[in-house]
């Protein structure tokens, strides 16, 4: 499926489950939020196609989706974006001049 198309079957899935999709302009990636009693999902507007499908697919995984009829291609991009990836954590150290950037150990390192 192409990821304009795909795209816009997640955005359907999201008014199924009666949220809300924003697209913005700022400095964020975008996902879930709840401002009030209104639940949001917030897109990043200048994100290309793709990383707002993953975005999107990512808080949709915060509704129950049992009953909400999709696409098989939606709903298997909806199950990878369930599996926990394993990321390092970026410090950035002020207390030297070139401030260096040091990549940590992933989490579940047993640290």
């Known amino acids: ?21 924003r ?5 964020f990636r975008g996902g879930y939020c709840v401002i009030g009693q209104e639940r949001l999902i917030v897109l990043n507007r200048a994100l290309p196609p793709e990383q707002m ?4 697919a ?8 049992e009953g909400i009829p999709m696409k098989p291609a939606v709903r ?4 990878e974006a369930r599996t926990p ?4 954590t970026v410090v ?5 001049p070139e ?3 040091q990549q940590d150990q992933p989490c579940g390192d047993g640290t």
């Open 1 to 21: 499926m192409r990821v304009d198309r795909l795209l816009e079957e997640l955005l359907q899935v999201a008014r199924r489950c009666g949220v809300r999709v």
């Open 76 to 79: 298997a991009i909806l199950e």
């Open 85 to 88: 990836r394993v990321h390092g």
């Open 58 to 65: 990512e808080a949709l995984n915060y509704f129950p989706l």
């Open 92 to 96: 950035l150290d002020v207390s030297t």
């Open 23 to 27: 697209r913005e302009r700022g400095r």
């Open 99 to 101: 401030s260096l950037v």
């Open 53 to 56: 499908v993953l975005v999107l």
